[in-house]
């Protein structure tokens, strides 16, 4: 390192107000930050001097994201092999995923990073780390067969229209990944829906075995067909079709685990989500008319994108709820819609993404009520005081 260090220490000064260089500075001073800690310190304003930064977050998202890639990666081999009828062992299942869905994260990252870093130039500021969570966000939430240049497309529209027109990092209203996935649904909807666009190599239902479906839990309970959703082991280990990472819960949970012993992840958000879900869904089951509103509750939370969605979206610290308590409201909000529009809305039953969206619009006005709150509690307890 320290070689890499002294090289990296040459070159520098061509990169720097003045060098040949010079407009390439944000671009160079994004792989210089990558692989070593910044020096520069805060040196006016007030400020809260921390163990970790951006980059640390981003990298802790990033990780806690590995259980439901490599999970995803095994199960898209499992799906492709039981549909076809072939009997394949655990690494051959998981070299099949490993081929079809790392070229998805590679296209995602290289859109994605390319806008960054043109943006960065244009405006002459840092390459901000936002995307490295985005980035693997995207792949994890599409079918395995959606086309790269789709991919592309939306990942290069979720950045420039869901974070980049707003200012960039930090100012965007909108989580740029489910800005991707809104798009995608919208745009190609025979891409994002179906029964055999969650089957790798099975786009037109060619070659599957007789007996098989491709319908995911969700597909078949918005069609009234209940009978044919999978054991409440199968949707919480994840062995059913769906998109890459958010079929198994079990492996979401582990990632949430890990956000929330290291405090990048708020708890408050993800409890709230999960109890929004259960209220709507006992709600549902005392006037359930329709097979679908008779499922249990709690089955709810590890059906379709829900547990995914609590865990790695719904938490995201830019568009959510800033303040403790508006972090409750807006968590149940998301959970409890969630669930209102998986049910009542036959066109789109996994609804977890528009809750989501929904109240990142909602998230500043739950947070400046929450904020009014407070001072007018404040201000009477002041009159209160002087009174007497």
Do not use: C
Request: no cysteine; aromatic share 12%.
């Amino acid at each position: 390192m320290k070689l890499i260090r002294k090289q990296i220490d040459k070159i520098k000064p061509h990169f720097q107000k003045g060098g040949r260089f010079e407009m390439l500075h944000s671009t160079f001073d994004a792989f210089e930050t990558f692989l070593f800690v910044p020096d520069r310190v805060t040196s006016r304003g007030a400020h809260i001097r921390d163990s970790i930064d951006m980059k640390r977050t981003m990298i802790i998202v990033v990780v806690a994201m590995i259980p439901t890639l490599l999970f995803g990666m095994w199960n898209v081999g499992y799906q492709h092999f039981v549909a076809t009828g072939v009997d394949a062992g655990f690494w051959q299942e998981f070299l099949h995923g490993l081929v079809k869905v790392l070229p998805i994260v590679v296209v995602s990252y290289v859109s994605g990073l390319a806008v960054e870093f043109i943006f960065a130039q244009i405006r002459g500021h840092e390459v901000n780390e936002g995307f490295l969570v985005t980035g693997m966000l995207i792949p994890l939430i599409v079918p395995v067969d959606i086309p790269l240049w789709m991919v592309s497309v939306a990942t290069v529209f979720a950045v420039i229209i869901g974070k980049e027109v707003f200012g960039g990092t930090g100012m965007n209203i909108l989580n740029p990944a489910l800005t991707a996935r809104a798009f995608l649904f919208f745009a190609y909807p025979t891409y994002m829906s179906g029964d055999y666009v969650w089957i790798s190599g099975l786009l037109r239902g060619e070659g599957i075995v007789d007996g098989f479906s491709g319908a995911t839990p969700l597909a078949s309970a918005s069609l009234g067909n209940v009978e044919a959703i999978p054991s409440s082991m199968s949707m919480f280990l994840g062995t059913i079709p769906g998109s890459i990472g958010e079929t198994s819960a079990l492996a979401i949970l582990i990632g949430g685990l890990i956000l929330w012993v290291t405090g990048v992840g708020s708890m408050k958000i993800m409890a709230s989500v999960f109890a929004g879900g259960l209220v709507m869904g006992f709600i549902l089951n005392i006037f359930a008319v329709n097979p679908f509103m008779e499922i249990p509750a709690w089955e709810h939370l590890i059906m379709g994108g829900f547990a995914f969605g609590a865990v790695y979206m719904a938490t995201d610290p830019v568009t959510a709820s800033q303040t403790e308590r508006g972090k409750y409201i807006y968590g149940f909000l998301v959970g409890f819609l969630a669930i209102l529009i998986r049910v009542l809305n036959p066109a789109y039953p996994e609804g977890m993404m528009l809750a989501i969206l929904f109240m990142n619009v909602f998230a500043p006005l739950i947070d400046h009520n929450v904020m009014q709150a407070n001072i007018r509690r404040r201000l009477k307890r002041a009159a209160a005081g002087t009174n007497k």
